[in-house]
Structure formats: structure tokens, C-alpha cells
């Protein structure tokens, strides 16, 4: 099975831009979290969906936001870029049911200058 | 509120044990976990361990919970250098289907040859 698969890899914007990132599932998996880690502030949990839905939100503001398609496919979008974005962008896909483990993407390096 | 600690760095020699520590304060936790980050990598799954267990044992890991001081630990039996690594502890926050883990800060473990 393949698994979390995260795109791109690098990205490098500019102060004020946007950007998007991607992530697709394990198959079979409904539920996609998305995660930052910093050297500062370590992993923090920013959104999960589930079944195209939003089902829990971290404390992030309102520049962070995500969605998911119906193939369970999932983007995360983050507006007017700040310098303390610049982050590792991690996704997690589960199946969605009882303790169903998290398994991670290897992540979107985001450097914002 | 909820929250993770680790012991930031662990030195061993090829060939000993390695035991990591965590405490966690969210007395509800259902589940805990461990995970592993590689340089450049996401995070992998080792393994995990349900509040009603004391311990688990997969392989070269062992996990010891005391659900009663709210602390866990990760034994590395024969530690290698391909072990070098970060290891973090996670608990999950609120119910056993939720995305969202609350995270450690991680314990880098150095192996020596």
C-alpha cells in the first residue's frame, strides 16, 4: 500500500503571498490531519477532516485553512504568508474509526522570506 | 490543560538499551503513542499503547505505562546506530477517533559506534 504521499516537497514564497499544499491518503483512509512543526513550538495540530468535513481545528488563525475532496484527497491553504510561517507542513491520514493510528507524510518544507 | 514532556537528548553506546521518558498530563487519554522523525522525514508509527495495558512489547521495543503518575517510557533493546533519531511521545487529545495527538517535544537519541 502506498503511503502518505505529500506535494511539494520545498516550496519558498514571499511575505503576503498564499500557498497551497497537498496530500493524499492512504487509500482507504477517510480521516486527513494537518500538522506544523517548528524548531520553536514543535508539532502542533492545525485541522482534521473527515469525510470532507471539518471535524476538529487546532488554535491557528483564520490564514490557515484546508479542505477535503471526496476521493479524501486533502489541501491545506494559508494566506497573506508571515516570516514565522516558514515550517515543515505535515499530513496524517487514518482510517477514521475507534484509535485508529495517524500515519504521517514525509512533509512540506515551507520557507517564507 | 493537556501536555507532554520529554528529556530533550539521550546519548547511548551501540549494543545497550536506550530508554526514553514521557509524562502526560490528560488523565482521559485512551491511547499513547511513539513515533520516530529521521533527518529530512516525516514521522513513523512505532507503536502504541492502550490506558488499560501496563506494558507492550514489539520486538526490539518495549513500552512500560504507569497510567497512575501519568508516565511512559520506550526501552530500545540493542540499540544501533540506525536508531539515531528523534523520538516523540504523543497522547491523544479528546476522543479515541480524533486527529488531533498532542505531542512532546521529542527526545533526539544519539547512538555512538
Known amino acids: 500500500k502506498a503511503g502518505v504521499t505529500q506535494t511539494p516537497r520545498y516550496l519558498i514564497k514571499t511575505r503576503g503571498q498564499q500557498v497551497t499544499l497537498s496530500c493524499s491518503p492512504i487509500?482507504?483512509?477517510?480521516?486527513v490531519s494537518w500538522y506544523q512543526q517548528t524548531p520553536g513550538q514543535g508539532l502542533q495540530f492545525l485541522f482534521e477532516y473527515f469525510s470532507e468535513t471539518q471535524r476538529n481545528k487546532g488554535n491557528f488563525p483564520g490564514r490557515f485553512s484546508g479542505r477535503q475532496f471526496s476521493n479524501s484527497r486533502s489541501e491545506m491553504n494559508v494566506s497573506t504568508l508571515e516570516l514565522g510561517d516558514s515550517a515543515l507542513y505535515l499530513c496524517a491520514s487514518a482510517s477514521g474509526g475507534y484509535n485508529s493510528p495517524l500515519h504521517f507524510g514525509n512533509g512540506t518544507r515551507l520557507t517564507v522570506t | 490543560g493537556e501536555d507532554v514532556e520529554q528529556s530533550l537528548f539521550l546519548s547511548v553506546r551501540e549494543g545497550d538499551s536506550s530508554v526514553i521518558n514521557c509524562t502526560y498530563t490528560d488523565s482521559s487519554s485512551t491511547y499513547l503513542y511513539w513515533y520516530k522523525q529521521e533527518p529530512g522525514a516525516g514521522l513513523q508509527l512505532l507503536t502504541y499503547i492502550f490506558s488499560n495495558m501496563d506494558m507492550k512489547q514489539d520486538q526490539r521495543l518495549t513500552v512500560l505505562l504507569n497510567k497512575k503518575d501519568k508516565h511512559l517510557s520506550l526501552r530500545i533493546a540493542d540499540t544501533q546506530t540506525g536508531d539515531s533519531a528523534i523520538y516523540f511521545c504523543?497522547?491523544?487529545?479528546?476522543?479515541?477517533?480524533?486527529?488531533?495527538?498532542?505531542f512532546g517535544q521529542g527526545t533526539t537519541l544519539q547512538v555512538k559506534p
Open positions: 487509500s482507504g483512509h477517510r480521516s
Open positions: 504523543a497522547e491523544r487529545g479528546g476522543s479515541s477517533n480524533t486527529g488531533k495527538l498532542i
